[in-house]
């Protein structure tokens, strides 16, 4: 029998949670009714579902002065955030005027910013230090009289390194320019008092906290402006029209309160399994860099480089025994765009691994996973 291969691939998804499940379960066959029919009770009750979801979000992510806008996920609502605003800029001032970004930010906000560019906006991609962290330096000597909105992430997906985030949030109110952070990776691994002064419009996503797939948030300032993406019957604000998925939002809520709750504990228990892993690689192996600073960074990440072997080889070999990320997987075989900004050769970031660990993860695994990744290691360097 084939056994199936170790899960470490837990930022690309999520399992659901069995209590997000069972949030849901009424919502289905149940409470189906469509929120915006307030003409009935069934919608009258639908409409009250959706409003309470959205208020225990507000509750447990400390927000007062914000909007929440569901969404598809964090694509969507990265898509929602800039060019909602921008062009929303644009017909407010008759300007185009100049974005800020990194470099290493997910194609969820690199691509909409490349389409924006073909717009008439002018855009700005700021490259990391080597340990992927942007120099506050860096960030102020970038800023030009036009530039009305920075979108830097709060942690990167592929190297789960922490911007300093409140750093850049300072700058931007000092400048008045807005500030937008995709916030995708941190929620629920790191811990964040108040998610009202992390930025001025922030952009979660369910499916990356044991919550369902589908379903994502954009959080705005009450006094933000946005051309919406999708135009019809007005839900979501205005925003983001079309009829809102109940149930999912449902789980999204349940996910949230469970991911604050268990922040603590949760990052503790991720940080061993993943000090371990990589502690053990290191023991094991020569010639393993880390990509990314190992200070600030996510509890669950592990990004390394393996020297001196063949990338593709090395993929193909580990892949019957842990699923993980390649240094090549985001974007369709093309390398790293993270690895690459943060120095590492084509070569290197293709001989790179992602191994993010999730709350199913046990101690055999992580074990397993050493044993595989070094035995491979030296077959191919042999
Ligand atoms: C940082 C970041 N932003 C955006 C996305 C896209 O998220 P979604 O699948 O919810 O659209 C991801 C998912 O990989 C991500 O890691």
């Known amino acids: 029998m084939v056994s199936s ?17 069972a949030e849901m379960n009424s919502y289905w066959m149940e409470n189906f009714a469509n929120p915006s029919s307030k003409g009935n009770l069934s919608g009258l ?17 400390n927000l007062i002065n914000k ?39 997910h194609q969820a906000v690199l691509e909409p910013l490349r389409q924006l560019k073909k717009e008439g906006f002018s855009i700005t991609e700021l490259n990391p230090e080597s340990d992927g962290l942007i120099l506050e330096e860096n ?14 992430m709060l942690a990167n997906n592929e190297i789960g390194v922490i911007q300093p985030i409140e750093k850049i949030f300072n700058i931007c109110k000092k400048n008045n ?49 946005l051309n919406p993406l999708i135009y019809g019957g007005g839900q979501e604000f205005g925003y983001r029209s079309g009829t809102v998925p109940l149930p999912l939002i449902v789980g999204f809520s ?8 268990n922040q603590e504990r949760n990052s503790i228990q991720l940080a061993k399994y993943r000090d371990a892993l990589m502690n053990g690689l290191l023991k ?45 997987a985001c974007s369709n075989g093309k390398v790293s ?15 790179s691994v992602r191994l993010s660990i999730g709350l199913t993860t046990t101690a055999e695994e992580i074990e397993k996973s050493i044993n595989v990744i070094t035995e491979t290691i030296n077959k191919l360097r042999k």
């Open 5 to 21: 291969p170790i899960l470490l691939d837990f930022q690309s998804s999520t399992p659901c949670l069995k209590e997000v499940v």
């Open 45 to 61: 009750y639908a409409s009250a579902a959706l409003e309470v979801s959205r208020n225990k979000i507000k509750e447990n992510l």
């Open 67 to 105: 909007k929440i806008i569901f969404t598809s996920g964090a694509s969507e609502s990265n898509n929602l955030a800039l060019f909602g605003f921008a062009r929303n800029f644009q017909q407010r001032t008759g300007r185009n005027g100049n974005i800020i970004t990194l470099k290493t930010e």
């Open 139 to 152: 960030l102020l000597n970038s800023l030009r009289d036009d530039t009305f909105l920075i979108s830097i």
């Open 177 to 225: 320019i807005t500030f937008h952070t995709d916030a995708a990776q941190a929620l629920g691994h790191l811990q964040i008092k108040s998610f009202d002064s992390l930025a001025n419009m922030i952009t979660l996503s369910s499916h990356k906290i044991y919550g369902p797939k589908g379903i994502g948030v954009l959080i705005i300032d009450e006094d933000i402006q």
């Open 254 to 261: 349940k996910a949230i309160e469970l991911a604050i709750k």
């Open 284 to 328: 094991k192996n020569s010639k393993i860099l880390i990509n990314g600073s190992i200070i600030n960074r996510l509890p669950h990440n592990l990004n390394l480089t393996v020297l001196d072997i063949n990338g593709s080889k090395f993929h193909k070999y580990i892949k019957n025994h842990i699923a993980c990320s390649s240094g090549s």
């Open 337 to 351: 765009h993270v690895l690459t900004s943060i120095g590492r050769s084509f070569k290197e970031a293709e001989s």
